[in-house]
């Protein structure tokens, strides 16, 4: 096995984990906050690509602003689905699949095809190579020569970050403190005068406008947008929440749950990579990501239940 080949796959499945972070931290709002399990997102992932291909391509618009964009049609993608269960009292989960549904079709009148390469124009990744490519030279400092790779894991990192601080912070405040008291106790804090509502619907397009932006930047990274490449992001998201639950459990701080998720993300790429190097076919991939969340799911339930019934013996409960 080549140790190079093998280190650069790791490297890409990184950055490729922190990029897919972003949409991870959508997730999170949904199913740990609101406690939603979210099919909007399969199709809102793919949205935030598809625009921001079109836009970078067909309107020459700067990667930068595309991402900008991307991300109000994740949030647009979001408040449809947030209407369609508040407004008209869908249930939350046939809401997304509408929407997730109306998004395919969507999406493909966006693109005009099933993808779209951005291989000739500039994206901010590749702009970033070449702004240093070019430093390289005029300095003659090589080290500044860096992979396309490497700055995908800077920039996707940089971004995780600030995303992280602004949900640490929005969560902070009256309305996300009634976000988070939404999803534990609905009842509650309508009786507090809170129209729950509203903060589903606001939890809904914020959560969509993460998915849009990660999609986006997925988009640029690998370099082209395509019709299916949101499917299974809910299994992914899932996935790398419960993983990022059980390395990270022992922390109790609201930042710390937000961090776990993108790290999350990152083992669960490594972990497909690896899993990919040991010559696993590229098409059970999803069977692999379906049994990673089936196990991490079903394992702490029957823990819990394996240490109930050792609690009681024949003469009673020990405790």
């Not at 390469?117 to 020569?145: H, M, N, Y």
């Amino acid at each position: 096995m080549n140790v190079s080949g093998v280190l650069l796959a790791m490297q890409g499945a990184v950055s490729q984990g922190v990029l897919w972070g972003i949409m991870v931290l959508g997730v999170y709002i949904t199913y740990k906050i609101l406690d939603i399990a979210d099919l909007t997102v399969d199709g809102s992932f793919a949205l935030g690509g598809c625009v921001c291909a079109v836009f970078v391509v067909e309107k020459g618009m700067n990667p930068l602003l595309a991402l900008v964009i991307a991300t109000i049609a994740g949030m647009l993608a979001g408040a449809v689905t947030g209407i369609l269960h508040t407004l008209f009292d869908i249930p939350a989960i046939l809401a997304g699949i509408l929407t997730q549904i109306g998004l395919w079709s969507i999406n493909l009148r966006i693109m005009g095809k099933s993808n779209v390469p951005l291989l000739k124009v500039d994206t901010i990744f590749s702009r970033i190579v070449d702004l240093f490519a070019g430093l390289s030279e005029s300095t003659g400092a090589q080290w500044l020569g860096f992979r396309q790779t490497s700055v995908s894991l800077v920039i996707g990192i940089l971004i995780a970050v600030l995303v992280i601080v602004f949900l640490y912070w929005l969560f902070g405040t009256e309305i996300g403190c009634a976000l988070r008291a939404t999803g534990n106790n609905e009842d509650m804090i309508r009786a507090l005068g809170v129209n729950t509502k509203i903060t589903k619907l606001l939890a809904l397009t914020i959560s969509n406008g993460l998915v849009g932006l990660s999609g986006a930047l997925v988009c640029q990274s690998q370099k082209y947008a395509d019709i299916g490449m949101g499917t299974g992001a809910i299994v992914i998201g899932l996935a790398a929440i419960v993983i990022g639950d059980v390395l990270m459990g022992r922390l109790k701080s609201f930042g710390s749950k937000l961090t776990s998720a993108v790290v999350g993300s990152v083992v669960y790429f490594l972990i497909r990579a690896v899993v990919l190097q040991l010559g696993m076919d590229a098409n059970d991939m999803k069977l692999l990501s379906a049994v990673i969340v089936a196990l991490a799911l079903c394992i702490p339930v029957a823990v819990g239940k394996w240490r109930i019934w050792k609690s009681y013996s024949e003469e009673g409960p020990t405790c």
